[in-house]
């Protein structure tokens, strides 16, 4: 069988996707490569991930390991990601081994530092709140001063479901909360005196091709995103908009594969980006029952070199992250007639852990 990945044809079934990381966006990556006919290799530092449990060969290794890194080249056609924070060194070293990988080396450089990225977003036609770098605390005390407090203080590495970021109330309090986060480079964001928060899942392929879903409103608690509702009720206008950003950002990074953008809607009826994940995105769950194609089938197709599939809602959803003990009610949802159950297979429930979600099913 000729080596097509590597010729720049799709990608043939039968042939092997690899994919860093084996949480549950690497499980419900490697079910949707399965139902297009690849097999997947997973690359995860924990012997019993979710995702190794439903590959084809899985890789227990840290992801930054020369001789695992070694293992899934020789194993896999083409390599993804299923988070953000991969070692960039993890995926120099996979193309020095002569393996591509998608999303490309751009968009998680970009994705991995938060100043990096909000100057992307704004050199690329995409609004973000007004922002400031500090790498000390009197820098962190002088950007709260320019930006007006409250403001928003990230780490700029790393960092997720609201972890790594702490509200200065006061710019006297920026000192405290620089040292707070490790002492390490932050961002200060603005606050966004916004409406809601919405989120646009989009894909291009190899040939430039892209698809872009509707619009979901998104709820938060503590930080962690708690449910979603698809296609959100928008105006067309603001939904153009949401679209034309995210072709920019796609066209901005050579993007292949699925990215989420989240996005604040604000008063005066325009549109702040927030920030993108390079891959498939917890906001886009809804994708699973309310579309003809849903996000993970997407991105396989795209980094695949198939053709995209069509992403029009075919229902109205709304998606419930189960966090905890949350996902032992299984047998109630799962007796639901609506309701649409999707557990990860994680062990060991932890508070505020995402163990699940379900889509409860509505017609448009």
Known sequence: MPDVSRKGGPLEPGRTIGILGGGQLGRMLAVAASRLGFDVAILDPEPDAPAGRVAAHTIVAAYDDPQGLAALAAAADIVTYEFENVPAQAVARLAEMGMEVAPGPLALRVAQDRLEEKTFLNANGAATVAFAAADSAEAAVAAAEQLGAPCLMKTRREGYDGKGQRWVEHASDAAAAFEALGGGPVIL?????FVRELSIIAARGRD????????AENHHEGGVLRRSIAPARVAPALA????????????????????GIELFEMRDGSLLVNEF?????????WTQDGCEVDQFEQHIRAVAGWPLGPTAAIARVEMLNLLGDEADDWLR???????????????GAKPGRKMGHVNRVKPL
Do not use: F
């Open 240 to 259: 153009d908009q949401a679209e034309r950003i995210a072709a920019r950002v796609l066209a901005g990074l050579d993007y292949v594969g699925v990215i």
């Open 333 to 347: 949802y799962a007796a639901e007639p609506e309701t649409r159950v999707h557990l990860y297979g994680k062990r």
């Open 208 to 215: 430039g091709a892209t698809a872009i879903y509707p619009l």
């Open 277 to 285: 994940a390079p891959r498939v995105h917890n906001t886009g769950h």
């Open 189 to 193: 964001e603005a606050a966004a005196d």
